[in-house]
Structure formats: C-alpha cells, structure tokens
C-alpha cells in the first residue's frame, strides 16, 4: 500500500492482486493461444497433404487404366500411335 486512502485496506489489496494475478498469467495464456494457432495450421497442412496423395492416386490409376487399354487393344503388328488415335 502506497499511501492511506479512504476505500478500505482489503479492499485495495484484493483489487491490487486480482490486477497481479491477470498480468502474471497473460504470458501463459499468449502461448497457449499460439500453440493452438499452430496446432489448427498444422492440421491445414496434414489435410492438405491427403488431399494431394488422394488426388495422385488417382491420377495414377486413370494412367495405368489408359495404359492396359492401350495394351490390350493393340494388335501383333499395329503400330502404338494408331491404338492412340483411337481413343
């Protein structure tokens, strides 16, 4: 207590700590909003990493599926640019 004011003693030492108490805990409370910021942006990321391996695994299956199509329609002696020109 500084110097004596007209409020009651208690009263000024519960406000005082109650002010005390929010700043020593506004560090915590900043980290924890940052560890959760990068929580949810590394979600994003994971996420978006399936949907990439998702959408190369298709890829690759319509390629080997035109592939067999190719191979599996083309003749002895027809030429590999003619089964081409087909589809």
């Known amino acids: 207590m500084a110097f004596p004011t007209a409020v009651n003693n208690q009263i000024t030492d519960a406000v005082t700590q109650a002010n005390v108490k929010v700043l020593g805990e506004a560090p ?11 929580a949810h942006s590394i979600g994003l990321s994971m996420q978006n990493a399936v949907q990439s ?3 190369q695994q298709m890829l690759s299956q319509a390629a080997s599926t035109m592939g067999l199509l190719q191979l599996y329609g083309m003749n002895e002696g027809q030429p590999a640019i003619t089964v081409l020109r087909k589809h």
């Open 28 to 38: 915590a409370m900043a980290m924890g909003d940052i560890y959760q910021s990068l």
């Open 53 to 55: 391996q998702q959408q």
